[in-house]
């Protein structure tokens, strides 16, 4: 675990998505050998109930590190207490042309527009299938690039049923900033013609498989008040299990002037940090305990993820802040939030 600080300048001294795909082979090898089983029992356990799931402790992988399910041991024996694989989409895709992911060290933040690359919900599937961990994984599904907007439904819908028998939890990812159009999707009237399809289609997945998976939604940082309570208002009418806030943001302000600052793609890391959880106060305000909130967005240390509960979180989720810090920050969020009962809790 203290090995980080002295692996981290060898990492970020590659192009970014290299040393990315360098780091997720070097856990596809560790989950293969003994040290992985060496690290499990250094795992944070404060479980809490949540979605109606029990979750070992209340600090997942966010959903963009691991997208094809390559590294599910591997990352689970580093102290997450829950893993959301994804963003899958119904057919494999290539993405968004490299270069497309971009360090901003001076502000402790990526852009990424990767463009949900991924090998294709069906072979995700396979590696869930095959994985030896046995807590929680989340999917993230979203649309191909080339379906048009207004048959993103039938994506959603399509990948729901392919993952419904081997996931924990399922999220709806109709935030991304790197697929034309598709925040759209967050707009009054699509958004809840699509939560209609998704908990209609659930409903009849939950009969056939004689079992119920919560549904989560994730939305972007971008929104104002007002968006919020429109998002907020479709959730209840709809009875979402949990939304998560947020995704990347497409705002540049905090990073004017910064190499690589005016690349496309979205915004993560410690920018993010003030923006997500003005969402999740917003989200939580609205929604009381009757939905939970699970927040994301620039933690970088303990306190980020008491911030983030403070707010109205119940659980949160780590990627940028853990490319930064490393696996001791997923320890020191997990010993901190196991102290704190936040949020809703049931």
Request: aromatic share 6%; net charge positive.
């Amino acid at each position: 675990m203290n090995l980080y600080p002295w692996i981290r300048p060898f990492l970020f001294h590659l192009d970014a998505e290299t040393a990315h795909h360098l780091t997720l082979s070097a856990l596809r090898a560790a989950q293969r050998s003994c040290i992985m089983q060496r690290l499990e029992t250094s795992t944070v356990h404060a479980p809490r109930t949540v979605m109606g799931l029990r979750f070992d402790n209340a600090v997942g992988l966010a959903a963009g590190l691991d997208k094809d399910g390559l590294c599910i041991d591997g990352l689970a024996a580093l102290g997450f207490g829950f893993i959301e694989v994804g963003t899958v989409t119904p057919r494999a895709q290539s993405g968004q042309p490299r270069p497309r992911l971009f360090r901003l060290p001076d502000a402790g933040a990526l852009i990424n527009r990767m463009g949900f690359n991924n090998g294709g919900v069906d072979a995700l599937v396979q590696r869930i299938r095959a994985a030896r961990y046995q807590g929680v994984i989340g999917v993230n599904i979203g649309k191909n690039a080339d379906t048009p907007l207004e048959h993103a439904a039938r994506d959603y819908l399509y990948c729901l049923e392919r993952v419904y028998p081997v996931a924990h939890y399922v999220t709806v990812n109709i935030s991304s900033p790197n697929t034309q159009g598709l925040r759209q999707l967050q707009d009054k009237a699509p958004l809840d013609a699509l939560l209609a399809a998704l908990q209609d289609r659930r409903r009849r997945l939950a009969d056939q498989h004689r079992k119920n998976v919560p549904l989560a939604l994730k939305i972007a940082p971008d929104l104002d008040d007002a968006q919020i309570r429109i998002i907020a208002d479709t959730l209840l009418r709809h009875r979402v299990d949990g939304v998560i806030a947020t995704n990347t943001t497409s705002a540049r302000a905090a990073v004017t002037g910064l190499p690589h600052a005016d690349e496309a793609g979205g915004l993560s890391g410690k920018p993010l940090f003030e923006p997500s959880t003005r969402v999740i106060r917003a989200l939580f305000a609205a929604l009381g305990h009757e939905i939970p909130v699970i927040g994301a967005g620039g933690i970088f240390s303990a306190d980020d993820a008491r911030a983030k509960c403070a707010a109205g979180a119940s659980l949160v989720q780590l990627y940028t802040g853990f490319i930064y810090r490393g696996p001791a920050l997923i320890h020191q969020c997990a010993q901190a939030l196991g102290l704190n009962a936040c949020g809703y809790n049931t």
